[in-house]
């Protein structure tokens, strides 16, 4: 089974509107890390934002809020008042393990978002 | 302060090759990890090292090999290429786990 599932390939937005970008997870460890990292046509991954499966609150980093449901298993990325420049792939991935377990992300097959002037 | 950077960045060689990429990370982080993408597989982990010691591997030929130095800064090497090694490859360092990821401009490396 995927651990993480992306299921929008493509989508638009206008700017200035916000948009949601889905993210589901599948494991069994109780000690999980979620990112969203950002990829734009020059190929650097660009980190955004990170939840911990603990974090009570859901995460936020200026235009960015990860909208966090356990039970349900998802980790959507809210962007809002869209800019051009947002225009990108943008992937979901996640750490699992405890502390020592390491650094290995495993990430979703990403989705396109462009922005609409 | 300097982020990752990751040399060269593109990269033509030969089937039958072998090639060195290399990464230095930011400063102070001890943890660097290497990903392969492609258009068909995606992002995919090749392995981790931590204060010189290799932590995880992933799902890779024995033709994927590693290291990192004493200054954190680590090497990737590939032997005998094969045309599906084409891919862009992606480093990243962190200072410590459950702490996030900050990845270099990758190595765009096309094998001929």
């Known amino acids: 089974a995927q651990k993480i599932t992306q299921t929008q390939p493509g989508m638009f937005v206008q700017e200035k509107e916000a948009v949601t970008l889905d993210c589901t997870y599948d494991t069994s460890d109780p000690s999980y890390g979620l990112f969203w990292y950002k990829q734009p046509s020059s190929g650097e991954m660009i980190f955004l934002i990170y939840q911990g499966s603990y974090d009570q609150q859901n995460a936020t980093e200026g235009r960015y809020s990860l909208n966090f449901q356990k039970a349900r298993k998802s980790a959507n990325l809210v962007i809002s008042a869209s800019q051009l420049g947002d225009s990108a792939m943008y992937f979901c991935?996640?750490?699992?393990?405890?502390?020592?377990?390491?650094?290995?992300?495993?990430f979703g097959g990403g989705t396109r978002l462009m922005v609409k002037p | 302060k300097a982020g990752v950077t990751q040399t060269p960045r593109y990269l033509i060689k030969t089937r039958g090759q072998q090639v060195t990429l290399s990464c230095s990370p930011i400063s102070g982080h001890r943890s660097v990890s290497w990903y392969q993408q492609t258009p068909g597989q995606g992002l995919q982990f090749l392995f981790e090292y931590f204060s010189e010691t290799q932590r995880n591997k992933g799902n890779f030929p024995g033709r994927f090999s590693g290291r990192q130095f004493s200054n954190s800064r680590s090497e990737m090497n590939v032997s005998t290429l094969e045309l599906g090694d084409s891919a862009l490859y992606l480093c990243?360092?962190?200072?410590?786990?459950?702490?996030?990821?900050?990845f270099g401009q990758g190595t765009r490396l096309t094998v001929v």
């Open positions: 991935a996640m750490r699992e393990g405890p502390y020592n377990a390491g650094n290995m992300l495993t």
């Open positions: 990243a360092s962190s200072f410590s786990t459950n702490t996030e990821a900050f």
